[in-house]
């Protein structure tokens, strides 16, 4: 079992930045990928980025530039670092940790077992 504590959210006006974080304990951190999500009001749960256990990343084309995902493993989290935020960012923003047997980098939700209650982020225009 994974548990996952977000943290970090808040309102920030447009163009600001926030770092979110997210706090795992239960297995071995460092020995499995993780990934970030965000759903917004009405809509779909949708893939922000992910991270492995060695620290190469991915991201959603949408956002690649903009947002940075990093890991500690000393403290067993994750960060979401999220730049030049736009009012369309505002969401509810969710860490994750894939399903045993699942490495590298997962973009899909199905391949995520275990999942943080999320962090409210609002943009402001």
């Known amino acids: 079992q994974v548990q996952l504590v977000e943290s970090g959210g808040g309102l920030v006006h447009a163009g600001g930045s926030l770092r979110l974080s997210c706090a795992a304990s239960?297995?071995?951190?460092?020995?499995?990928?993780m990934g970030w999500f965000r759903q917004a009001p009405g809509k779909e749960r949708e893939f922000v980025g992910a991270?492995?256990?060695?620290?190469?990343?991915t991201y959603r084309d949408s956002w690649k530039g903009r947002f940075t995902i990093s890991r500690d493993n000393a403290k067993n989290t994750v960060y979401l670092q999220m730049n030049s935020l736009k009012p369309e960012d505002t969401a509810v923003y969710y860490c994750?940790?894939?399903?045993?047997?699942?490495?590298?980098?997962?973009?899909?939700?199905?391949?995520?077992?275990?999942w943080g209650q999320g962090t409210q982020v609002t943009v402001s225009s």
């Open positions: 991270i492995t256990s060695g620290g190469s990343t």
């Open positions: 994750a940790a894939p399903k045993r047997g699942y490495y590298g980098l997962r973009i899909r939700k199905s391949d995520y077992a275990y």
């Open positions: 239960g297995r071995t951190f460092s020995s499995y990928a």
